[in-house]
């Protein structure tokens, strides 16, 4: 028997075990706690109405074959261990409360619709460029983890790390996705980051976004360069930064939203100085903050509502970020100018 179960305790018996591994059927129910559940060479496919909760599970690939972890519910478990040469395939949505260890060259893949949530004191322990955890289109790992400015903030190892910084983002939600975009017809790189903090604003800080080779979806790493988007992905700016041998280099980030990498080249400078002036977020209930994309001051802004009366406004911050706290509800048109160039903007305030 290949498969092996230690210090399980259990109320229904209606599992089996088997040379393809353990499986709890629709009516049963396993009961883990603290205990450990070990499958070599197999399966482990929970069916039950009911989700596991706690313990560990191990999954031992010594034949290189694939093997499955097939969900029906949200299961949790303490540590999802992964040993040997084997690949393993998620069907379902897990919860990992205190530690993903890969080991050896295992790699783990989430098929469709698949999701894995890392807990507020949880890390992937062992992933690197050729152990690495993959994905189908629209699945993703997350994690929320508060955020405090001048302590680099590693988010449990999803694949963000964060450096210094000027203000804190508070409690934070960062998801690695998979999937591309295409920008000006150009594809993008399979692996990307939605990064959702508290305080979104006058930030200053350096990150590392991570990619493994099998995400680069083609593009020489030495080409990437970092896009922006605040639109759900459906506009991109260049961001630029510095290609590393693992990770992407981004200095001076004011404000987070998706980030996603494609060859430097996707967007030329014509493009890019199209549109010398960007405001995120919007709509807006507090504050925003403006972009330009040569990093000069920002000179005067105007703001008129839809009739074309000029609206009274709070001063300028050295960040470059308007107070709207005291508008109501509705459309504005910002007049932004910079050291080289004047821009009209819509901006939503919503609240």
Excluded at 10 to 20: A, D, E, K, M, R
Excluded at 61 to 72: A, K, P
Excluded at 300 to 326: A, F, Q, R
Aim: charged fraction near 15%; charge should be negative; aromatic fraction near 10%.
């Amino acid at each position: 028997m290949k498969s092996i179960i230690q210090f399980l305790i259990f109320t229904v018996c209606q599992f089996s075990i088997g040379q393809q591994g353990l499986y709890i059927s629709s009516e049963g129910f396993l009961q883990n706690d603290n205990a450990v559940i070990s499958v070599v060479n197999g399966d482990f496919v929970n069916s039950s109405k009911t989700a596991l909760n706690g313990g560990t599970l191990q999954m031992i690939g010594l034949d290189g074959n694939s093997h499955r972890i097939e969900l029906n519910n949200e299961n949790t478990f303490d540590y999802l261990e992964l040993y040997g040469s084997s690949s393993f395939e998620l069907d379902g949505q897990l919860m990992v409360n205190r530690e993903v260890f890969m080991n050896d060259t295992s790699s783990f893949i989430m098929n469709t619709g698949s999701s894995i949530i890392i807990g507020s004191t949880a890390e992937i322990v062992g992933e690197s460029n050729t152990n690495t955890i993959t994905g189908a289109d629209d699945t993703y790992i997350k994690t929320t983890r508060n955020h405090t400015a001048g302590i680099n903030n590693d988010f449990g190892l999803i694949g963000v790390v964060t450096y210094k910084g000027s203000t804190s983002m508070g409690s934070t939600e960062v998801f690695r996705r998979y999937g591309t975009f295409d920008i000006s017809g150009n594809p993008t790189v399979k692996r990307y980051y939605e990064i959702n903090p508290t305080i979104n604003s006058g930030l200053d800080i350096e990150a590392h976004f991570y990619l493994s080779d099998i995400d680069l979806n083609g593009i020489q790493r030495s080409n990437l360069a970092a896009y922006r988007s605040t639109d759900n992905g459906l506009t991109f700016t260049k961001e630029g930064g510095t290609t590393e041998t693992f990770y992407h280099s981004v200095s001076n980030i004011e404000a987070f939203s998706i980030w996603t990498f494609a060859d430097a080249s996707t967007l030329n400078i014509d493009e890019y100085d199209a549109n010398p002036i960007s405001i995120f977020p919007n709509p807006a209930s507090h504050s925003i903050t403006m972009y330009t994309n040569k990093n000069q001051a920002i000179t005067s802004v105007e703001l008129y509502d839809v009739t074309g009366k000029n609206m009274i406004m709070k001063p300028l911050s050295n960040k470059n970020t308007l107070n709207v706290s005291h508008l109501s509800n509705g459309i504005y048109l910002l007049k932004i100018l910079s050291e080289t160039t004047s821009i009209t903007k819509k901006l939503v305030v919503k609240k």
